[in-house]
């Protein structure tokens, strides 16, 4: 996906020895405001990935959230904070399922496979979101009308999958080749792959998936002797 997205920060209530609240009911309060809030991010993926991002208005989500429009007010700034939160949450989930799966792993054709895999097993499952980050990524552009989440954004993704290509060839098992090139080539392919899944739901999402392990595998790998030069 375009980018990794950290926590956006720890959600507290109103504290203070004149609120009449005690300590103990204080994290009550916190819970309830983070389920409101995950039940309107839910419905603002909903929204979007059905009427498309220019067509989401706040009203509309609010309608489909079942709550007023000033209880998304209450939790969110406006549009803009809305969507940043809702992009950071489908992250959060994502990236828990995909690091789940690769705890243990050793190697980078282990990493390959699973980052690659478990990726694609959690959008199959979650269609509505990748319909609504689609939206998102395309449409959605700061003040100055940029993109918010245009190529820049996914700079710590990349530094990270540049770094396991390194790792893999300090310890020998890849060859030899820039290995931002191959991030950046390796997170366009996963790109492209949802992209064209979105617009043929008949193709084999995770036969695709497959080819893209197989192919990187074999172009990051390190070549055994006996295989002599390459071809041109």
């Given at each position: 996906m375009r980018s990794e997205i950290g926590p956006s920060g720890q959600l507290g209530g109103t504290t203070g020895g004149t609120s009449g609240k005690t300590a103990g009911a204080e994290p009550q309060r916190s819970l309830i405001e983070k389920v409101r809030r995950a039940q309107i991010i839910e419905a603002a993926i909903e929204v979007i990935a059905e009427r498309g991002f220019a067509k989401a208005s706040m009203a509309q989500i609010a309608q489909r959230a079942g709550v007023s429009k000033g209880v998304i007010s209450y939790h969110f700034a406006g549009k803009s904070e809305l969507i940043e939160r809702t992009v950071e949450q489908v992250y959060e989930a994502l990236g828990s399922f995909v690091q789940s799966r690769?705890?243990?792993?050793?190697?980078t054709a282990a990493w390959l496979g699973v980052y690659i895999g478990s990726i694609a097993s959690y959008m199959a499952d979650h269609r509505t979101q990748l319909a609504a980050l689609g939206e998102i990524f395309v449409h959605f552009r700061t003040d100055d009308g940029q993109l918010r989440y245009g190529?820049?954004?996914?700079?710590?993704?990349?530094?990270?999958?540049?770094?396991?290509?390194?790792?893999?060839?300090?310890?020998?098992?890849?060859?030899?080749?820039?290995p931002r090139v191959m991030a950046v080539s390796l997170q366009a392919a996963i790109d492209n792959m949802f992209a064209y899944w979105s617009a043929h739901p008949e193709h084999d999402l995770a036969a695709h998936a497959r080819e893209l392990i197989d192919l990187f595998r074999h172009a990051t790998r390190a070549r055994p002797e006996s295989d002599g030069p390459a071809a041109p």
């Open positions: 690769l705890a243990g792993q050793s190697g190529i820049e954004s996914s700079e710590p993704l990349y530094a990270h999958v540049e770094e396991v290509f390194r790792e893999g060839q300090r310890s020998g098992e890849l060859r030899a080749f820039d």
